[in-house]
């Protein structure tokens, strides 16, 4: 089930953006490509598939991952940063146009 995968891979990966209904999509995907059969029985429970992720991810991969993490979140500040920057430039150019007015 969908629900199941994604809880195993945040298991693994916890600020993955991953759902249940990403992982339905995908699968509908590879069934309408032909890539796997709509009827797949399950062979494995939840917990043995948390187990199976967590044995398959290596520490390359969980570098790579906090690597992308820590991106993410320093955009997100140079972003934020540059946004005030820009407030505060806009200031100092407007307060200078009102004093050549004012003059």
Not at 27 to 39: H, M, P
Request: glycine residues 8%; neutral net charge; aromatic residues 8%.
């Amino acid at each position: 089930m969908p629900k199941y995968c994604a809880q195993a891979i945040k298991s693994v990966y916890p600020e993955a953006d991953i759902t249940g209904r990403h992982i339905g999509a995908y699968k509908r995907r590879l069934i309408t490509d032909g890539q796997l059969e709509k009827d797949m029985p399950k062979l494995i429970s939840p917990n043995e598939a948390a187990q199976l992720i967590a044995g398959m991810v290596g520490e390359d991969d969980k570098f790579i991952y906090k690597c992308s993490i820590g991106s993410a979140k320093r955009s997100l500040k140079c972003f934020e940063y540059k946004m005030a920057g820009a407030l505060i430039e806009h200031t100092e150019e407007l307060e200078g146009w009102l004093t050549k007015i004012q003059a």
